[in-house]
C-alpha cells in the first residue's frame, strides 16, 4: 500500500497550527495521535511542524515562510510525505504539492487509507469505498482520467490531469451504484437485527485502540482480530454471551476518533445502527491515555450527533495497568492538573459522577469478574424489565 525503497518505510513529516481554536498543548497531542495513524499505515514520520496563526492560510493552509521551511527540510532530509492534521481543500492541496514537489496528505486521507487496507468485509470495503469517492469528488485535478490512482494517497497515487467531466460522470456513478450496494446489504442487516429482538444487546463502543476487541475475546472467548493499531476493526462482530445462565448478545463496533472526516460517518452509520439499536452501551477507555478525558468527550459527542442517548451505559477504564501519574510536592500550592490524579482520585471522581463504571485491565485481568458482576446486574434489569415472569 505505500512505497518502500530497500525494505525501509517512507519518511514522512506531520504539520499542525495553532489558533485560536487549539492550544499548543492540543496541537501536540493531535500529532501525537497523527503520528499513530501515520504508523497505522506504514509511514515512518521524522519530524513534526507547528505553526502559531490566527487562521489557515486560505492558499497553503500554513503561512509563506513556515512553508519554505518545510520545504527545505524535506529537500535536505530526502523526504516523500508531507500529512497536515487537518482536511486540506482542494485548492490548498494543490498548492502545497506545487510548491513541495511531494506528495501530500491529510488528516482525512490519512485515515481513508488506513480504513482500506482494513477494510475485510464486502460491507466494509463498500463503506470505505464510497467514502473514498465522496473525498475524491471535488479533488479530481490532478489524477489519472479512469481514477486508477490518485495523487497525494499512500494507497492511491499517480500523476495526471485531462477530461475532468469525464472522470466526475464515473465517480458520480461509483457513488451511485456503492449507495445500491450498501442500501442492499443494510437491509439484509437489519432483518438481522430484527431477528434477534427477543435477546439483550449489548455494545462496546470507544475511542479507537482503546481495548474493546480485548474485552470482547475475553468475555465472548472468540477471537476478534485485537492490535495496537487504530482502526484494527471495522466490522461489526456480534457474539452470543452468557453470564451466570444469562444470555445476551454482545458487538464489537468500529473506533471512534476525534475529527473523524463526515464522509467515514455517514458511510459507517449503518455498522453503527448495532450500537444506535443496542439496550445497553459499554463505553471502554484507555485510562492510561494522557488524553482519555477528551476521547471520553468525543466519543460522547459521537454518540450523540449518531442518535444514542439515555441507554444505560457501563464505563469501562481499560489498561489500569499501564496507567501513570505525576506525584505533586506537598508544598506544591499550584491547581492539580489531570497528569497528577492517581488511579484512587480518579475513581473517587468518577464514582462520584457514576455508579456504573469499572476500573479494569484487560491484558491481566484485573477486576474482571467486578466487570462481568457489573455487566451481568445491568443486563438481568434490562431482561427482567422486558420479560418480569421470566426466571434465569
Not at 123 to 142: D, F, I, N, T
Amino acid at each position: 500500500m505505500f512505497e518502500c525503497q530497500n525494505d525501509e518505510l517512507e519518511k514522512a513529516v506531520l504539520v499542525g497550527i495553532v489558533n485560536r481554536m487549539q492550544t499548543r498543548e492540543q496541537v501536540d497531542e493531535y500529532l501525537a495521535e497523527l503520528d499513530f495513524l501515520a504508523n497505522t499505515a506504514g509511514v515512518e514520520p521524522v519530524k513534526r511542524f507547528v505553526q502559531n496563526v490566527d487562521s489557515p492560510n486560505t492558499r497553503t493552509y500554513v503561512g509563506t515562510g513556515k512553508l519554505e521551511e518545510i520545504k527545505q527540510y524535506i529537500q535536505e532530509n530526502e523526504i516523500s510525505l508531507v500529512i497536515f492534521d487537518d482536511e486540506l481543500q482542494p485548492t490548498q492541496l494543490r498548492n502545497i504539492e506545487r510548491e513541495l514537489q511531494v506528495k501530500v496528505l491529510d488528516r482525512t486521507n490519512l485515515i481513508l487509507d488506513i480504513f482500506a487496507q482494513n477494510a475485510r468485509t464486502a460491507h466494509a470495503k463498500a463503506q470505505v469505498e464510497l467514502a473514498q469517492y465522496q473525498y475524491l469528488l471535488p479533488r479530481l485535478a490532478g489524477m489519472w482520467t479512469h481514477l486508477e490512482r490518485q495523487r497525494g494517497g499512500i494507497g492511491m497515487r499517480g500523476p495526471g490531469e485531462t477530461q475532468i467531466e469525464i472522470d466526475r460522470r464515473i465517480v458520480l456513478d461509483k457513488i451511485a451504484r456503492l449507495k445500491v450496494d450498501l442500501q442492499k446489504i443494510d437491509k439484509n442487516m437489519v432483518q438481522q437485527r430484527k431477528n434477534r429482538t427477543g435477546i439483550v444487546r449489548v455494545s462496546l463502543v470507544g475511542y479507537t485502540n482503546v481495548g474493546k476487541s480485548t474485552i470482547m475475546n475475553l468475555i465472548s472467548k472468540s477471537e476478534v482480530l485485537a492490535q495496537n493499531k487504530l482502526f484494527a476493526t471495522l466490522d461489526t462482530t456480534v457474539r452470543k454471551v452468557v453470564i451466570n445462565n444469562l444470555p445476551f448478545l454482545l458487538s464489537d463496533t468500529v473506533g471512534f476518533i476525534r475529527k473523524l472526516p463526515t464522509t467515514l460517518i455517514e458511510s459507517f452509520k449503518s455498522t453503527l445502527d448495532e450500537a444506535r439499536e443496542s439496550d445497553l452501551i459499554v463505553h471502554v477507555v484507555d485510562i492510561s491515555h494522557p488524553c482519555f478525558m477528551e476521547q471520553m468527550e468525543v466519543v460522547e459527542q459521537t454518540l450523540k450527533d449518531i442518535g444514542i442517548i439515555d441507554k444505560p451505559m457501563l464505563v469501562v477504564f481499560n489498561k489500569i495497568d499501564a496507567f501513570t501519574f505525576v506525584k505533586k510536592d506537598e508544598d506544591d500550592l499550584t491547581p492539580m492538573k489531570k497528569e497528577n490524579y492517581s488511579l484512587d482520585d480518579l475513581k473517587e471522581m468518577y464514582f462520584a459522577k457514576n455508579e456504573n463504571c469499572v476500573f479494569v485491565s484487560a491484558t491481566d485481568l484485573q477486576n474482571i469478574d467486578e466487570f462481568k458482576t457489573k455487566l451481568f446486574e445491568m443486563v438481568k434489569k434490562i431482561h427482567f424489565d422486558r420479560y418480569p415472569y421470566n426466571t434465569i
